[in-house]
């Protein structure tokens, strides 16, 4: 059974637009996440991550909102570049005296035309 | 700089043939990872390793194997009994006491023909 899921295999936006990733999980004790990058033929890249005590972090043009409520999390990228296009994978990890391993979604393709 | 180091980038093998591919890290992590990924199914966890010595199966173990003898390194091995190894397989580290993202290296793809 999938613990974290990315329902859309891709995504495909304008430049200079709002690109929404979206990532849903299963897991009540899931209380860190995290996004990563990854181009083809190379290893994946963190990007950004958020502790399950806050509701939204920003680091630039990425910003990660947490919906604990309803197990949710979004990756918001603004304004899109076509160098963010890449596939991102969310990824979730258990409080302390769980799982050391991080849990992956499947992938979104965000493709990023100019 | 330190990181994550998988060698080859590209490899190839016959068909029935054992193949060992290399993971070595310079970040003094405790805890390694390998993975392997293929369209649409994202990364799937193989083996991973908590500490020098020991290791745990992940998800889909059958057909590989491992070894953590030194904390630098932690080799996988491809065998023949891996009904599809033609893929893409990346290795990864975290450490055991900081930050619990990982970091990953640049993988190494495998073609069995």
């Known amino acids: 059974d999938q613990q974290v899921k990315q329902n859309s295999p891709s995504l495909s936006v304008q430049e200079g637009r709002i690109s929404i990733l979206n990532c849903d999980y299963t897991n009540s004790m899931f209380d860190y996440f995290l996004w990563y990058k990854k181009y083809p033929a190379e290893g994946p890249t963190f990007l950004i991550s958020?502790?399950?005590?806050?509701d939204k972090n920003e680091d630039g043009r990425f910003t990660v909102f947490l919906n604990k409520s309803a197990k949710h999390l979004s990756l918001h990228i603004v304004p899109s570049q076509p160098g963010d296009s890449a596939v991102y994978f969310c990824a979730a990890s258990e409080g302390q005296g769980g799982s050391e391993k991080l849990v992956f979604g499947k992938g979104t393709k965000l493709t990023v035309n100019p | 700089d330190g990181g994550i180091t998988q060698s080859p980038k590209y490899l190839f093998r016959k068909e029935g043939q054992n193949v060992t591919l290399s993971c070595e890290q310079n970040l003094n992590h405790d805890a390694m990872y390998w993975y392997r990924q293929d369209p649409g199914q994202g990364l799937r966890l193989i083996y991973y390793s908590q500490i020098v010595n020991d290791f745990q199966k992940g998800d889909i173990a059958e057909g590989y194997s491992v070894s953590r003898e030194k904390k630098e390194s932690f080799p996988l091995t491809v065998t023949s009994a891996q009904k599809n190894p033609t893929a893409f397989y990346l290795c990864a580290s975290r450490d055991g006491a900081g930050w619990r993202g990982y970091t990953f290296g640049s993988g190494t793809r495998l073609t069995v023909v």
């Open positions: 958020i502790s399950s005590i806050k």
